[in-house]
């Protein structure tokens, strides 16, 4: 199994892309997709959020992933649907179990109960280290379709999902960091042109779903088998203290 990913500047685009995966075969269960949606309370999921609730708790979103397995159909991908306020994102609605999967980690430590749900049904899990590209889309007003395929769909299934005009992820990162260079460039101490790539590689691992809230040192074996082809030098460290701060450009730092 594979897990692909889109997003979409529109509603319309990614329910188009969810209509041409579920043509090559891949069944609703499998499709999920995250975006924008009405606040909490106006929306009818059996799921206990609140607003002030932290984005991505377990058990609100394991409560989710059981009813949220419907059919695809327009402009809905399943019966029940899977809400959170997140803090620096707003609400945001998920359809389907890999969707809510995907809502389970934005903002949330992995391991959650989602996340194990999905690994035991779906086989490999949600891509820990691109969440914050997806709180970045989301944040933007995009949508994300998601879907967990065999290996021989793959090909098939990233090419629909550039067809009907998923921005690549690669590209959505580097934007992402192009909104902080400038200021992590200011607030660094040292050679930039040559640290920034150890720095930024740092920064990112900061903001692992695994790693979020926790010191260097509480996550140093974890970063060292993480990174085995990277030296965690002074430049990656100072980046990773950076990344716990982390605010999406416009909050307060």
Do not use: C
């Amino acid at each position: 199994m594979e897990i692909v990913t889109g997003v979409f500047k529109s509603q319309d685009a990614a329910e188009n892309a969810i209509s041409q995966l579920k043509s090559l075969g891949i069944p609703d269960k499998r499709i999920g997709t995250v975006g924008p949606g009405a606040a909490p309370e106006t929306i009818e999921t059996g799921v206990p959020v609140t607003d002030t609730e932290e984005p991505g708790m377990g058990k609100a979103m394991g409560a989710a992933v059981g009813g949220a397995m419907g059919a695809a159909s327009g402009a809905t991908l399943g019966l029940a649907a899977a809400t959170l306020a997140i803090p620096g994102v707003g609400p945001v609605v998920a359809f389907g179990m890999v969707g809510a999967a995907l809502l389970g980690l934005v903002g949330a430590a992995a391991g959650s109960a989602v996340g194990d749900t999905v690994e035991e049904e779906l086989g490999e899990g949600i891509p820990h280290e691109d969440v914050f590209v997806y709180e970045d889309a989301l944040r933007h007003g995009n949508s994300i379709v998601i879907a967990s395929v065999d290996d021989d769909q793959a090909y098939r299934a990233r090419a629909v999902l550039r067809d009907t005009g998923a921005e690549d992820v690669d590209t959505l990162r580097e934007h992402w960091w192009s909104e902080l260079r400038e200021d992590e460039r200011a607030n660094y101490q040292g050679d930039w042109d040559q640290d920034e790539p150890s720095y930024r590689r740092g920064y990112q691992a900061a903001l692992h779903p695994r790693r979020r809230g926790k010191a260097y040192s509480e996550v140093e074996d974890d970063l060292r088998t993480a990174y085995a082809g990277a030296t965690l030098d002074r430049p990656f460290q100072a980046g990773y203290e950076r990344g716990l701060s982390y605010r999406p450009r416009g909050e307060n730092r």
